[in-house]
């Protein structure tokens, strides 16, 4: 059996159990009047188990921990998140350039992300496809947007006043929150170039405050999981060492 080679974040045991009823009505159409009401109950410890329920889950359940149970990776050291750069930050914003090209057909330049969107770090060890799912929980899907080479500059002093975020693709140096020495791999950004940035769609869509981003013109959506994207390159590498490269400076 592996084991699992993780600091949680943040514990999250979602137990989520729905049941739908629903009647047929000739009309196809229930106003909210006609709803029936029904009491809310607390959810708490005194609930006793229901073994009818408990039977009717036990194969699923079985199937899913042997699904979520399997091994994708094993990392070699530890791989944690933090400013102005970080292992963990370094090896997801690397994976999202890497597919974001792949999906593209052309060159990504840069890939950014955020660290709340993950709730994992790992320690050494064996790495099962049920921490991945933990490790990136959340439904964000790949986005990668149009920028002017100015716009790339905005976009580093926005990480620089946020002290470093993960990055891939771009290098600089943060003195007083402001952005120095940008690079985009190893040039200035040129103003009048058009360079395609990879990011999730929550970042593109307004959240983690990148407004350079946020505004861009040109988007484009891939109907791809951040979450996929880690999987998959997991599963084709296997084998992972922590790095540091000083994308990300303070001086």
Request: glycine content about 8%; aromatic content about 10%.
């Amino acid at each position: 059996m592996p084991g699992y080679p993780f600091r949680s974040k943040r514990y999250i045991l979602p137990l989520l159990l729905l049941i739908i009823t629903a009647s047929c009505r000739s009309s196809g159409h229930i106003s909210d009047d006609e709803l029936p009401r029904q009491p809310f109950y607390a959810v708490d410890d005194s609930l006793q188990k229901d073994s009818e329920m408990e039977e009717w889950l036990e194969p699923y359940r079985a199937e899913y921990s042997q699904q979520m149970g399997r091994v994708v990776a094993r990392t070699h050291g530890e791989f944690t998140f933090g400013q102005p750069e970080s292992t963990l930050g370094n090896l997801v914003s690397d994976m999202i350039r890497y597919r974001a090209s792949h999906e593209m057909r052309q060159y990504v330049h840069v890939a950014l992300i955020d660290m709340d969107s993950f709730q994992l770090e790992f320690n050494e060890g064996l790495i099962t496809l049920g921490e991945l799912y933990e490790f990136m929980p959340f439904n964000s899907q790949l986005v990668v947007v149009e920028m002017k080479g100015d716009e790339v500059r905005k976009l580093a002093d926005e990480i620089a006043r946020k002290g470093g975020v993960p990055v891939s693709g771009l290098r600089m140096n943060i003195l007083d929150d402001e952005a120095g020495s940008v690079l985009v791999n190893v040039e200035s950004p040129d103003p009048g170039q058009t360079y395609l940035v990879a990011t999730s769609s929550y970042i593109a869509g307004g959240g983690g405050g990148f407004s350079s981003i946020e505004n861009s013109r040109v988007q484009h959506e891939h109907d791809l999981f951040i979450r996929e994207i880690i999987i998959d390159y997991m599963r084709s590498r296997r084998e992972f060492y922590p790095e540091y490269d000083q994308r990300i400076r303070t001086r």
